[in-house]
């Protein structure tokens, strides 16, 4: 094999994988790649369950890491559970706020989820969990990701790191409706928090007989601005 045509080779392999890494970089939107390439908040309590037991699960890890003494049992009961998983959502997020927790929506979309990852906050999510013969609506708690693999990692049924790519994770969690939430302290606001929204989750923690907490919220937005 001649040296010229080795050298073009070379280049020819070359070219291509800077290509491929440009096409894998620009499959990734610009506001994740502004975000650290890796995070996995190791912080994160995990309850080990069955899948259908993710609403419990899910809200006593979060509980926990607020400093709430609790466990998944605890809460199946408030919860109304089993027969209740209809309600699971409302009835989370008012059982949140009983424990004096804001409860704060983010839009449905991975970026504003992976942003609230990177400032290190766990994020409560509903997703679809199951193949095309059966699937069903399961939560758990998006801990981590990693911005080059381009996969997302949760606190979910039995595994205390599933891994799940963007795209099938993005999938999973649209399909159950792009429910996520945060669940935090009153002075603990969200990165790049939005005013009113966090002005409503304090309004609805003062519906919930929470008034101290509520006015802590609105005093740690007000320092913040």
């Known amino acids: 094999m001649s040296p010229v045509f080795s050298s073009f080779r070379s280049w020819v392999l070359a070219a291509s994988c800077l290509v491929a890494l440009a096409g894998c970089a620009g499959s990734v939107s610009p506001q994740i790649q502004r975000l650290p390439e890796r995070v996995e908040l190791n912080s994160v309590p995990f309850y080990r369950g069955e899948m259908h037991q993710g609403a419990p699960q899910s809200l006593a890890a979060l509980l926990t890491l607020q400093g709430t003494v609790i466990t998944p049992g605890l809460l199946e009961k408030p919860l109304h559970l089993p027969g209740g998983e209809a309600g699971l959502q409302q009835n989370m997020s008012t059982l949140a706020r009983e424990y004096g927790l804001l409860v704060y929506p983010l839009d449905a979309k991975l970026p504003a989820l992976l942003e609230q990852v990177a400032a290190g906050y766990p994020v409560l999510v509903r997703y679809i969990d199951g193949s095309a013969f059966w699937a069903a609506p399961r939560y758990g708690i998006l801990a981590g990701y990693n911005r080059q693999k381009q996969t997302v990692l949760l606190r979910a049924?039995?595994?205390?790191?599933?891994?799940?790519?963007?795209?099938?994770?993005?999938?999973?969690?649209?399909?159950?409706?792009?429910?996520?939430?945060?669940?935090?302290?009153?002075?603990?606001?969200?990165?790049?928090?939005?005013?009113?929204?966090?002005?409503?989750?304090?309004?609805?923690?003062?519906?919930?007989?929470?008034?101290?907490?509520?006015?802590?919220?609105?005093?740690?937005?007000?320092?913040?601005?």
């Open 157 to 225: 049924g039995m595994n205390r790191r599933q891994l799940m790519s963007f795209s099938a994770f993005e999938s999973a969690f649209q399909s159950a409706g792009g429910w996520a939430v945060l669940v935090q302290r009153p002075t603990q606001l969200p990165a790049n928090v939005d005013s009113q929204r966090w002005l409503k989750g304090a309004a609805d923690l003062g519906g919930a007989g929470q008034e101290q907490a509520a006015a802590r919220a609105t005093k740690a937005l007000g320092a913040a601005h």
